[in-house]
């Protein structure tokens, strides 16, 4: 916790950095550089780095010859790559503004290891139009930007200046914000950046990058094109595109809330997103022991099947995250001309199943990515573990697509309210991720209707669980698989001391008939497809 720090702190080591301490609740256990883009130094982040560092460590990278940053003997991008390297953190995430945004793409394609995830802000494949992506900077108004900073950098910089801000809603508020900053620029590095702006070629760096990615763009930008969007989509469709309407070149400045909340957005996703061969391993191990302890999920399951409307027509129907089988059967008695597959993402899990039930029917399978035809099946039954979806909208989209037309879809998961108790206190621990998040009804909503689902009804309830203490509680939860598989979990380990102060922070909720309540929200969903 660095709540002691109130100013920003410029690196002793090198004048390119400038550290921004978390003065809040360190929620990222890598930190945030910001990477500035040609024509303004960090000034342009503006009050970002004071927004972020609520909830993360940040750092201004200043590029070679802007404000206090050394110059460099040469300008070409795998120099600039070198140069970020020995400069960054071992391990961070890195967000880059125009030409950061590019530099920041290719540094993450040539050291993967080095980044956790890519954000870029009005950032291109090619700043200049080419033959295949002509959704970009004409190459003529680009050649006339390097003619008027040989002839006069000032005024190519004040010329530039309104290129960022036109297309935005707020364009003279921030013509004026740009030109209140006094930059500091070496005018030959200014020179050659400018030069490198329209050289890079990202093209290779984004359809080989691993790391997580988000680029936002704003929709009015007068220097990358809102359609870059759909060229970047195609060429890694892995990467998120975000639009800010009624912004231009520099949405963090004219919408700086909308901005930091898709940055938030994008970094809670990397915490929070689930390691699925761990969710399918563990999973596995819990297979013997499942049914002993998974009453509460029975219990809502056997009530979800009572409330089908039988259907002796009924051919074809999924049991979504069939864990055990133990719902199989159910089903099976309740539709007995259809063929019930019992579908799971853990193969132990499945082997289980296929032990205690051989005349069943069994697939593995992901549920984002179902090994099944379109319009397969009449009914989708899901019960406590569709949570374990990282991307809601994809697994909407594929849902609907395995689905005939008029087909149902039944579920149920836990929603954000679950174990409420153990969040709670573990946050009086320590700050890392012990609890899985899980969606809204609001989100399944929105999610479902997107996707073309239709009749969509949604409900939610609290049911409250009772133990004699948080050591049988967390037993509990191991015995039915739902161990924290967060990527964004930290390496430490929980120990003795730990769980002692875990136990002493529960102890707060202790009942006056000496148990302690474990609260599940439980969301329950039909649909049509």
């Known amino acids: 916790m660095n709540a002691f720090v109130t100013s920003p702190v410029t690196s002793s080591e090198n004048l390119a950095i400038t550290n921004y301490p978390c003065t809040g609740v360190r929620l990222y256990a890598q930190p945030l550089v910001l990477v500035h883009g040609w024509g303004m130094d960090s000034q342009i982040w503006g009050e970002l780095p004071e927004q972020l560092r609520q ?14 940053s050394p110059t460099l003997e040469h300008y070409s991008e795998t120099d600039l790559h070198q140069w970020m390297a020995e400069l960054l953190p071992e391990r961070c995430y890195l967000m880059g503004l125009s030409l950061g945004g590019m530099l920041c793409s290719g540094f993450a394609a040539r050291y993967p290891q080095s980044v956790a995830g890519l954000i870029t802000l009005s950032s291109n494949i090619h700043f200049v139009a080419t033959e295949a992506n002509s959704a970009a900077l004409d190459n003529q108004q680009y050649l006339g930007f390097l003619q008027a900073y040989n002839e006069g950098p000032k005024n190519c910089l004040k010329r530039f200046s309104g290129l960022q801000a036109q297309g935005d809603q707020q364009q003279r508020q921030l013509i004026r914000q740009l030109r209140s900053m006094q930059v500091a620029l070496d005018s030959d590095s200014g020179a050659q950046l400018l030069k490198l702006l329209g050289e890079i070629d990202n093209q290779r760096s984004l359809s080989q990058l691993g790391c997580p990615a988000l680029a936002i763009l704003g929709e009015g930008d007068a220097l990358v094109p809102v359609a870059s969007g759909d060229q970047i989509a195609k060429l890694n469709g892995k990467i998120e595109i975000r639009l800010i309407n009624g912004a231009g070149h520099l949405p963090h400045l004219s919408q700086p809330d909308v901005v930091l909340e898709q940055i938030k957005n994008f970094l809670d996703h990397q915490l929070y997103a689930l390691d699925k061969a761990k969710v399918a391993d563990s999973f596995g191990r819990a297979a013997h022991k499942y049914d002993r302890a998974a009453l509460l999920q029975h219990q809502v399951g056997e009530e979800m099947i009572a409330g089908l409307t039988a259907n002796p027509d009924l051919k074809k129907l999924i049991d979504l995250g069939c864990g055990t089988g133990y719902h199989c059967g159910h089903l099976q008695a309740k539709f007995p001309s259809a063929q019930v597959t019992g579908v799971d993402l853990s193969p132990a899990m499945l082997a289980y199943a296929a032990s205690r039930h051989p005349e069943g029917h069994w697939l593995c399978g992901d549920a984002e990515d179902l090994p ?16 374990w979806c990282s991307d809601l909208p994809r697994l909407c989209g594929e849902l609907l697509r395995v689905l005939k037309p008029g087909g149902q879809l039944c579920l149920a998961v836990p929603g954000p309210q679950t174990l409420s108790e153990l969040r709670c206190a573990w946050q009086q621990v320590d ?37 004699s203490s948080v050591r049988e509680l967390l037993m509990e939860l191991k015995n039915v698989g739902a161990h924290n598989n967060n990527a964004g979990k930290q390496n430490t380990l929980t120990g003795k001391q730990h769980l002692q102060a875990l136990y002493a922070a529960y102890e707060d909720y202790r009942q006056a008939d000496g148990t302690i309540p474990a609260t599940w929200e439980i969301i329950r969903a039909r649909a049509t497809a």
């Open 55 to 68: 909830f993360a460590d940040v750092i201004t990278l200043d590029l070679p010859g802007f404000a206090q």
């Open 431 to 467: 700050a890392e991720v012990h609890v899985n998040r899980f969606y809204s009804l609001a989100d399944w909503q929105v999610a479902l209707e997107q996707a073309g689902f239709s009749q969509v009804e949604l409900r939610s309830d609290n049911q409250v669980q009772r133990h």
């Open 372 to 387: 099944l035809e379109d319009h397969s099946q009449e009914l989708i039954f899901s019960n406590f573990a569709l949570q």
